[in-house]
């Protein structure tokens, strides 16, 4: 700890009311304003040290005027809950004891295998080959917004094929970008034949067709078989959402012809929330 809040060389040092932890004598309440800080004794000393030096020649410290919540003091209580989102989706004991390892630095070579093992875990769940295969660190909605982000530029037109609240999301999000927005409807409970697909890419002739495979507001799983090679043929970016699919029922993006894919964590897949996979073809 004492490493970590370092004096600045030749700073005043402002952070002191980390008092409950150090030996220091703290005087007046939360609501008292600032006191002047003496300066460092010496450039790059431990805070710690430098505390104990002050102590030792007089009780003047400063306070914080945000107390310290009395929450962090209480040990956390995690209730065992049965997490139903597509239907029990626990993490597996093998995914706790993960999260259970020790911390490595972003930068760490061991942090980088570990990352390219994930990113081969999930071509392989994808069954794609794409390169760009990574996992963005946000859930579902963020795998939705980077997709949108990155595909569309103002007055780019788009196709989506709209039978639940996910045609409304993706179009809300597309929209945001500037884009031109065209839905291809079917009633909820429904899905999307490949021929009405195909009539609707020759009259809008869109830069990108945003399909949803397991349309959670209806419960529809959509037919993918097909689609890519139409995309194809209307140099059209095909695009899939599978976060209430992957992991549920196969998906082979390179077989058909998907150009991006996106996925949650915390649905089928049983991971804990906070990271969406990704794969983009070289097309994307
Ligand atoms: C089909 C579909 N897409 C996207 C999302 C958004 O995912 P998240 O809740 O992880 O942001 C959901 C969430 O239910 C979903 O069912």
């Known amino acids: 700890m004492p490493a970590l ?14 008092s409950a932890l150090w030996p220091v004598v703290v ?11 003496p300066r460092c004794p010496e450039p790059g000393l431990p805070y710690r040290l ?7 020649r007089s009780t003047t410290t400063a306070t914080m005027h945000v107390p310290s919540p009395v929450s962090l003091q209480e040990p956390m209580v ?4 049965t997490l139903m989102g597509p239907g029990p989706s626990n993490a597996h ?11 490595l630095g972003h930068l760490h070579a061991e942090f980088c295998k570990i990352m390219d093992d994930c990113k081969d875990g999930i071509r392989y769940m994808f069954q794609t080959e794409n390169r760009v295969t990574l996992a963005l660190s946000s859930t579902g909605h963020g795998g939705m917004e980077c997709v949108m982000a990155n595909l569309l530029e103002r007055d780019d037109v788009i196709l989506i094929a709209h039978n639940g609240v996910w045609g409304d999301r993706s179009s809300d999000m597309a929209r945001r970008q500037g884009a031109v927005v065209h839905q291809i409807k079917e009633p909820a409970g429904s899905g999307f034949y490949l021929q009405e697909l195909r009539a609707a890419l020759d009259v809008y002739k869109p830069k990108v067709l ?12 959509q037919n ?4 890519g090679d139409v995309c194809k043929a209307h140099d059209c970016l095909f695009v899939v959402d599978t976060v209430a699919s992957l992991g549920g029922v196969p998906f082979y993006a390179d077989q058909w012809g998907v ?4 996925t949650g964590s915390q649905k089928v897949l049983s991971a804990p929330p906070g990271t969406a996979p990704i794969s983009l073809s070289e097309n994307a």
Do not use: M, W
């Open 5 to 18: 809040i370092r004096c600045l060389a030749g700073r005043s040092c402002r952070v002191r009311a980390v």
């Open 27 to 37: 005087k007046g309440s939360s609501t008292a304003s600032l006191s002047p800080s």
């Open 50 to 56: 430098r505390a104990l030096q002050t102590s030792a």
């Open 78 to 81: 995690v209730p065992l809950k």
């Open 93 to 103: 004991p093998r995914v706790l004891e993960a999260q259970s390892q020790p911390l």
């Open 210 to 221: 945003f399909v949803t495979h397991g349309e959670s507001s209806t419960g529809v799983l």
């Open 224 to 227: 993918l078989n097909g689609i």
């Open 259 to 262: 150009d991006v894919v996106y």
